[in-house]
């Protein structure tokens, strides 16, 4: 390889921004663990018991132990309690005993059964995050990729030891680092990144830690803990555990305790705003408001509270960007399913065994395809931008107090409804961020060309019909091909000048040159590579479905109209 | 004067239009009200005759004439200014305004923001995102979140003479509906709540057209049958612009939709309607905007829907018949052939 004979740039290492790590907010919350545990429990009990969606106590009980029952039974996972079973029966044998008691000890029984089941989910929920198995997970995490790479890339037999190559050659951070750092300093930070890949938690976890930042805690969902490679990264982590098959409401007012009071009291967090993986491969739209509530949330308990030091919560969204998505055939398959009109196989999720997850990485980290993680501008938990200090900033640019939003005749007020509808605020702030934010790879300019320029040739197919195309039809002139390339990366290059969107650096150089390396890293570690050149050197497209995938990236710009 | 009882809020309106001063006549009755009178002559005439608009001024409103005094003491404030100026006035206003302040506004009109050195072309036409309703213009420009709106079949006359009327608050907050409802419900003014707000704004614009329509449907002499195809044909076409345009159905066939319509379709006393009116008895539009006091909203509101229409691609006949008649390209009498051959196929489409 060629890059080797030049010399390293010189690096900017990031110190640590809390020299004592016993300080960190998650050493806190690991070390009082029972008490904080008793804290979401109390807090979760109080709230269910004021808020009742029309149903009583004793109908809300009946309904989750029998779907706990059910859940049990229909779909047990490995990481399950052993005595979960024994658990809901014995709940179930308990609240159907209620009925022969004397009804002034009804109530007390049922609100005993409530706190009891809150109690099991706050324990459940809590995370077990152990410094010394942070600390060796990110050693391990550093030191193992980084030899990887120099293994592979720096040939000799001494490369093993060799120094030249760093995981952040590989991983460009970009944006408002030294932003995020200072205001690490002075409040809370809740980062939102995009979420295109099972891989994205351990890539924003060695971010973290590479910016010098205290571990945030991160809600993974329960399946991951399934995998023991996964458990064990996400446990040391600060990781707390989010159970999708439980979706009754207690579970999820014990859930969106554990973060509001997480946050309030000061941890660092991380949510996908996406909730789940982007199956088409757009950047979200629209986002799972639920635990982002949580961080307006927390900031009204802030301000509700006495205390002089009033904890600011900053929401920062991050962008993620691959050439690459291992899950890319499965994502996709199964979004194009969901949509219902063509019938297609299940394929296996590329996760489900640590040894292929372990294979992709080594061939993640041995071969080329790099990574681009861009911080995107701090907001308020109203989507205002805030300066360096920390201060909210409203459209003139000047400083405005964003406790005013919760006040109501002069005081903080708790209103659902009112923090519900900032919360839809804040989420349409920061699809707007994103779209911002993102950063423009070759391969996705390659494969949005290409999918569009076979859409606008074959106009009367819908996008199924396009999907289906078929050998000579999937073939375009490269001279022809290569002309509207030139368009459509001017347009984004006006975008850029406007700061509506970030394009990576390999999009500079001369065209062919940009192509090739689309061409050349476009989904590259996928079994059918979905873009190539034939013989002729003309474009040969492979896999539509991929190609439409990798596409859907560049959605949202308004782009089309240039074909 | 203020009354003494600390116990009553301080409301502030801005705009002492005849809709204006209604609104602060009847916030008057449970609140000490204050009226922002940009002009300062018309602000001392007032103070003297104590008559605003026609209307006879209740005791605890007062007059101001700075918008820093409204900003600085209501926490609830009711702009009404017509759309024209709506932008202008919400930029003065915006260095008082603070997260906690909560706007309901009360403007029929529409915004246009064209960005400097846009010149709109049929390559570029007209398209939303150069069009604001108010609740949006306040949003862009000051750091107010909590706002709604006011509309329904309000005739200014009608609510000085204490008759009994309705009107809808719209707002995402359940909050500013509620406050709204606290502070104009009265025993013959009943508040209705809806969380559409863009809907609800629509009907209140959109109905303006629909009443230069009918005024010109008296002004040639028809009568009733053709009045009512008209306002039926024209809730039609009103909900497609407004569904368009981002509300909901819903919005349109109630108080602020159907009820305002006809409310401003069947009196003389809707400026709109007037308009149509004089229109058809044979008057150019120059000559009626310049003899009357206050705007009518419906004209400007013709020309960005018709444009609007063009781009998005809808078929709106009532306004673009409305618009050849204004640009004197057609006839109301020409109109009238026109109209009665257009090819309507199905009657209701959108439920």
Excluded at chain 1, 214 to 240: C, D, E, H, Q
Excluded at chain 1, 372 to 379: N, T
Aim: glycine letters at 8%.
């Amino acid at each position: 390889m060629k890059s080797l004979g030049i010399k390293r740039k010189t690096k900017t290492k990031y110190k640590p921004i809390l020299k004592n790590n016993k300080t960190w907010p998650v050493m806190q919350m690991a070390k009082k663990r029972k008490e904080f545990v008793h804290l979401v429990t109390e807090e979760s009990f109080d709230n269910l018991l004021e808020l009742r969606r029309g149903k009583s106590l004793k109908e809300e009980l009946e309904m989750t132990i029998f779907r706990e029952r059910q859940r049990v039974k229909n779909n047990p996972w490995k990481v399950d309690p052993d005595d979960d079973y024994s658990y809901w029966e014995g709940q179930n044998e308990k609240l159907v005993g209620v009925d022969a008691l004397p009804e002034e000890e009804q109530e007390p029984r049922l609100k005993e059964i409530l706190r009891d089941v809150v109690d099991r989910y706050s324990n459940e929920i809590a995370g077990h995050f152990n410094p010394s198995h942070y600390n060796v997970t990110r050693t391990l995490v550093t030191i193992g990729f980084g030899r990887l790479l120099n293994a592979a890339r720096v040939k000799g037999p001494w490369s093993v030891f060799s120094n030249q190559l760093d995981l952040d050659d590989k991983i460009h951070v970009k944006g408002k680092l030294d932003e995020l750092r200072k205001l690490a300093k002075i409040g809370t930070v809740v980062m939102v990144p995009t979420h295109y890949s099972n891989l994205d938690s351990v890539l924003i976890g060695w971010v973290i830690q590479h910016l010098g930042l205290p571990p945030f805690i991160y809600g993974a969902g329960l399946n991951l803990f399934n995998l023991k490679i996964f458990a064990y990264f996400m446990n040391s982590v600060g990781a707390y555990k989010v159970d999708r098959r439980k979706k009754n409401p207690l579970y999820l007012e014990t859930l969106k305790s554990y973060s509001t009071i997480a946050i309030r009291e000061g941890c660092h967090s991380l949510f996908f705003p996406g909730g789940t993986r982007s199956r088409s491969g757009k950047i979200e739209k629209s986002l799972k408001l639920g635990l982002l509530g949580t961080a307006i949330e927390a900031q009204r308990q802030v301000f509700q509270s006495e205390e002089e030091d009033q904890n600011k919560v900053f929401v920062v969204p991050v962008a993620i960007n691959y050439h690459f998505v291992l899950e890319a055939p499965s994502l996709i398959n199964d979004y194009l399913k969901r949509k219902g009109q063509q019938r297609y196989y299940e394929e296996n999720d590329e996760f489900t065994t640590s040894y292929k997850i372990s294979k992709f990485l080594l061939k993640f980290f041995t071969k080329g395809s790099d990574i681009s993680v861009s911080i995107g501008d701090a907001l308020d938990v109203l989507g205002n931008h805030v300066d360096a200090k920390g201060n909210s900033l409203d459209k003139q640019g000047e400083v405005i107090d964003i406790k005013d939003y919760f006040k109501s005749n002069g005081e903080v007020t708790e209103n659902h409804q009112r923090e519900q509808e900032y919360n839809r605020i804040l989420g349409k702030k920061i699809v707007e961020e994103y779209h911002k934010h993102n950063r423009v790879f070759s391969s996705h300019l390659v494969a949005y060309v290409a999918f569009r320029m076979l859409g606008r040739i074959h106009k009367h197919l819908d996008l199924y019909g396009l999907l289906r195309l078929q050998d000579d039809d999937l073939v375009i002139d490269y001279e022809v091909f290569k002309k509207q390339f030139v368009v459509i990366l001017d347009e984004l290059k006006k975008l850029n000048a406007q700061n509506e969107v970030g394009l990576a650096d390999h999009l500079l150089g001369d065209i062919d040159g940009v192509i090739t390396h689309g061409l050349k890293n476009l989904g590259m570690y996928h079994a059918v590579i979905p873009v190539v050149k034939n013989k002729k050197g003309n474009i040969k497209v492979q896999s539509m479905n991929l190609l439409y995938y990798y596409h859907n990236k560049l959605q949202g710009y308004d782009l089309e109209k240039f074909f | 004067m203020i009354s003494k009882s600390s116990s009553r809020r301080l409301v502030g309106v801005i705009g002492a239009g005849s809709f204006g001063t209604a609104i602060a006549n009847i916030l008057a009755e449970k609140s000490d009200v204050l009226l922002y009178v940009r002009d300062k002559e018309k602000a001392k005439a007032i103070m003297t005759d104590r008559v605003s608009s026609s209307q006879h001024l209740e005791e605890n409103i007062t007059i101001v004439t700075s918008l820093e005094e409204i900003g600085n003491s209501c926490e609830i404030i009711f702009p009404i200014v017509p759309s024209a100026n709506f932008r202008s006035m919400i930029r003065d206003l915006a260095p008082y305004l603070k997260p906690y302040h909560v706007l309901i506004h009360g403007t029929k009109g529409l915004d246009l923001n064209i960005p400097e050195g846009t010149v709109i072309t049929k390559e570029n036409p007209l398209s939303r995102k150069h069009v604001r309703t108010m609740s949006e213009v306040i949003l862009e420009e000051t750091s107010v979140l909590r706002v709604g709106c006011l509309a329904g079949p309000n005739l200014a006359k009608e609510i000085e003479q204490r008759q009994p009327a309705a009107t809808v608050v719209a707002s995402h907050f359940e909050e500013v509906i509620d406050e709204g409802q606290k502070l104009l419900k009265n025993d013959r003014f009943m508040i209705y709540g809806s969380n559409d707000l863009i809907g609800i704004e629509l009907c209140g614009v959109l109905k303006n057209i629909i009443a230069i329509g009918s005024g010109a449907v008296s002004g040639m002499g028809l009568g009733e049958n053709a009045r009512s195809l008209l306002i039926s044909r024209g809730l039609v076409e009103m909900i497609h612009i407004g569904n368009a345009l981002g509300g909901n159905t819903k919005a349109f066939i109630g108080l602020a939709g159907v009820g305002d319509l006809i409310a401003t379709c069947t009196s003389s006393l809707s400026r709109n309607y007037t308009v149509g009116y004089r229109l058809a008895k044979g008057e150019t539009i120059d000559q009626i905007k310049g003899s009357m006091e206050e705007v009518a909203e419906g004209i400007n509101t013709i020309q960005i829907i018709k444009e609007l229409a063009d781009s998005l691609n809808i078929r709106v006949p009532i306004t673009e018949t409305l618009h050849k008649i204004i640009h004197g390209k057609m006839t109301v009498a020409e109109s009238h052939t026109y109209f009665m051959k257009f090819p309507f196929r199905a009657e209701i489409d959108f439920i």
